[in-house]
C-alpha cells in the first residue's frame, strides 16, 4: 500500500511527519474551501482541540467574501458580497472576533433616487421616513408601518428555523422523527393566521405581496429589490416573497431591530481575514494556492468512507473526517467518484438550479456623487445603499430583457459607498463604490467571449443610471472592475454565477438544499460533510452551515465512540 503522507515536506520541516509515516492520521479534519463557511468549520474545530487543515484553491482566502485591490494598493474593493447582516453575533463572540479585527458599521437608509430629480428614502427615523413616503403616495405610509409590522413579525417565526439543522422530512427512523418533533416544537408559535401568511408569503412572488398594499411606483421598485438579490427570477416570478424575507433576518447584534445590514471594516475579506485569525489562533492549518482534484473515499463493506483529499499537484492529505464547502456540483461531480454516490443524490446535485445573472461592478471614484435629489451632501445618504430601481416594472424588465438573451438595457443596481464610513478602502478624498447590478444572461457563465463587450456596454449603462440620478459621476470614475457570470463561475467558483451556490427557492430550501436526505450536512459519504451556501442556513455570509458542520461532527465522534463501547451485536446505525 502506498504511504500516505500529510504533504510534501520532510522530516526536518514537519513537526507531524512522524505521524504521516507510521500511517496514522495526517490530520483530524480536512476543509475543502476557505470561504467564510469553510474559515468558520475550522476555527470552532480547531477550538475543540481537532488537528485541521483548509485547503482553498485560490491563492487568498475568503471565497465570496473577499476584499481586492484590482486598482493597486492604494484602493480596497470588497469584490463580490459588501455588507453583512446574517452572520449569527453569538458566532462573532464565539469567536473573538472583534480581536482579530472584525468590524461592522451600521448601514444608513435606502435611498431610491430617479432621473426625475426626486428621491424615495427610507430614513431610519419614523417622522422623517413618513413625510418621504407621503411625497409619493400618502396612503402607503401607514401601508408601510403595517409592512413592516407583518414583516418583523413573520422573520421573528421564521428566523430560528434559519440558524437549526433541518430533519429530514419524510424519514421514518428514531433519530429523524425526533428532529422532526424538534422542528414541530420550534414552530409552536406560528398560529393559523400566521401558517397562512407564512404559506402565501414563500410561494407567492414579491410583486403578488406589494402591488396591492402599495399604490407608489418608488415604494413598490424599493421593496420589490430585495426579493430579486441574487436570484434568476424578476418580482413577478413566484417565490421571491422568500427571497425578501431571507434577507431580512439577520441583525448586527442582540438588540439591533431584525434586517439591519452593515458594512464591515476593510470590506467583506475583512470578516473572511477575522475568521483565519481565529482558526490560526486556535491552531487550524490553512493552505491557499491548494485546490483539491480529488476527495478519497474508500469502498468499505457498511459502505463508502472518507479517507482525506488528493491535492492537483498529487500531494495526498488523509483524516476521516472532510467537510467540504464548495459548490455542490463541484464537490459531489468533480471531486468525488460517481460509483461512490446513490443515483439519486446525483440526479439531485446534477438538477440543482444555480443561476444569477448578476454582475459586480467595482469603482474607485475621485469625489463623491451629487445626486440631484440631494444636492447637499448628508453623510446619512452616502452611508445607505442607493437602489437604482424606479419601479417593480423596471426590476421585471431588466429580468426579461435578460431571460431573451441580452443584458437589461436597463441594469437594476444596488450601489454602497463603503469609503464614506471606512477611511482604510480610499486615499482621502477618493472613494470606492460597490455596485451589485443585475441581470445578464446567466449562460454567460459558460460564454467568455461572447459575453466580453456585451457586458463591458452592460457595466457602461449600469455607470450612466448613476450618472442619470448623480451628473458627473460618469465622469468622477478613475478605475473600474467588472466581475460577470463567467468570472464569477470560473475565478470564484461559484458554478452558474449564482452568489449563493445556488437559487433560494422553495424547491432549494430547508430540507431539500441540497438534496433529498441529506440538508442535514451529511452526505452519502461516512465522514463527508458539506457545509457550503447551497446547505440550509447559507445564501449569504451567515457562517451557520459552517458552525452547524461542527455540530454534526462532533454528534457523530461521539456517536462513534458510544459505538465503539457496545458489545457486537448491538450495535446499530
Ligand atoms: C457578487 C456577490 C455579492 C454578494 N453580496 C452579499 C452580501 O452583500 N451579503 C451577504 O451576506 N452575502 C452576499 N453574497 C453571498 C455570499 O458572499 C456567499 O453566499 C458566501 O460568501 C459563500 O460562502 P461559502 O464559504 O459558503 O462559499 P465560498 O465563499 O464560495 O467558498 C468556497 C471556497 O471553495 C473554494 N474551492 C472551490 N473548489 C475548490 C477545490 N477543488 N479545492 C479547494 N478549494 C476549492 C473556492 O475557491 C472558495 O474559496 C454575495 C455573493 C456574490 C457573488
Redesign the pocket.
Known sequence: MAEIRCCALTAASCHRYGDCVQGATAFDVIV????????VASALLAREGLRVCV????EV??????SEHPFGPDHTVT?????????PPSLVADLQLERHGYHVYPQGPYVAPRRDGRALVLWQDARRRAAAIAAFAPDDVEAYARWRHDMGRLGRLVGPLLGGIPPALGSHRPGDLARQAWMLRRLRSIDARAAVDLTRLVSSSIADLVEPRFASDALRGVLSASGV??TWAGPRSAGTGYVMLHHHL?SLDGETPSGA?GFPRGG?GAVSAALAGAARSFGAELRTA????RIDVRATASGPVAAGVT??DGTRLAAPVVVT???PQ??FL??VEREHLPPDFVADIEGWRSR?G?V?VNLAVDRLPVFTAHPDPDPAVYGGTIVLAESLDDLESAFTDAVSGRAAELPFADVCIPSVLDDSLAPAGQHVVSM?TQWVPHTWAQDQHAAAAALAAYADRAVARMDAVAPGFADSVLHRQV?GPYE?EHT???VG?N???GELTLGQMFHARPAAGYADLRTPVRGLYQ????THG?????GI??RNVVRQILTDRRRERWRRRLPVGRQSR
Open positions: 475543502v474551501g476557505g470561504g467564510h463557511n469553510g474559515l485547503c482553498e484553491a485560490r482566502l475568503g471565497g465570496a467574501a473577499v469584490a463580490l458580497s459588501y455588507v453583512v447582516s446574517l452572520l438579490i441574487g439577520g445590514w467583506m491548494s485546490p483539491v482534484g491535492l492537483d464547502t464548495a459548490h463541484l464537490s468533480r471531486l444569477s448578476v459586480k451589485f466581475i464569477l470564484y467558483g461559484l454565477g452568489i449563493f451556490h457545509a457550503g451556501s447551497a447559507g445564501g449569504g455570509v451567515t452551515p459552517g
